[in-house]
């Protein structure tokens, strides 16, 4: 089923942040919240736009914003090395401070033009970054960080968080080692809400599916909790039970 789905802007004071948008067909018995699906360093390419067409096919709004619409507007790479390592050296020249106010003001776009009653991010690597470094700041109301990168870089981020937050990360993932998340955890201990899942088969990238290293069995467990916390964000206050679905089916480290 396709999706109505459009390229759009989101002004902002310095200019305008452009997106692509897609609503879905069907509308749940209890509203979901609007997803801001931030992409990996290949930017709105042709995967994360089918990731979009997933969630609204469940009932979300979904949206995808160009992380890099002020240094290289309309970029969208593929998955060859040369595409690689120009995302790579986008990434590393992103001002993280000004994306995470684009990741505001398009949260409060969704709230304004699309009654959103509830905004919450789901990122992929550099993605995964800001979407934790957002629920930090608290322009969201519920965070899920797949693979995040540079984490290094944020270390006591976390204790600022007091949304409901998941972080997924491959064991294999040599960009977050077993020190970094211990950090992680240690940053988001007693928050009832915030929890980081380590894979133990997966790597970097493991819920990139149609493409390496995709990991079948950590990517479906880690979709299964996300949208276990996501389907019970209604009006931006989380209703009742467990946020993730406890089970070692992926032999996750305890």
Known sequence: ?????????????????????????????????AVILLPEIYNINSWIREVAERYAALGYVALVPDLFWRQEPG???????????????????????????????TAAWLRSRHGAGAVASVGFCLGGELAYLGAAQGVLDAAVAYYPTRMGDHGGAGK??????????????????PELVDGLRKDLAGKPHAEVHVYAEADHGFGRFGHP??????????????HALLGRLVNGTLTSGDIAVHQRSTGEPA
């Not at 789905?5 to 979901?32: K, N």
């Not at 290293?213 to 299964?224: D, N, R």
């Open 1 to 33: 089923m396709t999706m109505p789905a459009r390229t759009l802007s989101i002004p902002v004071d310095d200019g305008a942040i452009r997106a692509w948008f897609v609503e879905p067909i069907i509308q749940p018995d209890t509203p979901l919240p």
């Open 160 to 177: 600022t968080i007091d949304v409901p937050t998941l972080v997924h990360i491959g064991h294999l993932d040599f960009r977050t080692p």
């Open 213 to 226: 290293p995709f990991h079948p069995a950590s990517a479906a467990l880690a979709e299964q909790r996300t």
């Open 75 to 105: 970029v969208d790479l593929e998955y060859n090395p040369q595409d690689q390592q120009r995302g790579r050296a986008l990434s590393a020249g992103l001002d993280r401070t000004l994306a995470v106010q684009d990741l505001a003001a």
